[in-house]
């Protein structure tokens, strides 16, 4: 169950820092793909906006966590 994790435990967990590496990866994409700028078009928007949420779902299950 979840609420028997730790907040460390989880962010050691694989399934979280796989979803956790991807989402990063994808953000960093989104910039590399556009040189380093910010992204030019909605579809670059869209990939940024989904990515960020990815991991902003990441990051909040961690921080929901009671301890």
Same mark, same amino acid.
């Given at each position: 169950m979840l609420t028997e994790h730790t907040r460390m435990e989880?962010?050691? =967990?694989?399934?979280? &820092?796989?979803? %956790?590496?991807?989402?990063a990866c994808w953000i960093v994409s989104v910039f590399?793909? =556009?040189?380093?700028? &910010?992204?030019? %078009?909605?579809?670059d928007w869209l990939q940024l906006a989904a990515a960020s949420s990815w991991m902003t779902?990441?990051?909040?299950?961690?921080?929901?966590?009671k301890r």
């Open positions: 989880k962010m050691l =967990s694989l399934e979280w &820092l796989g979803q %956790t590496i991807a989402s590399v793909y =556009s040189n380093g700028a &910010l992204p030019s %078009t909605a579809g779902a990441n990051v909040a299950t961690v921080l929901s966590i």
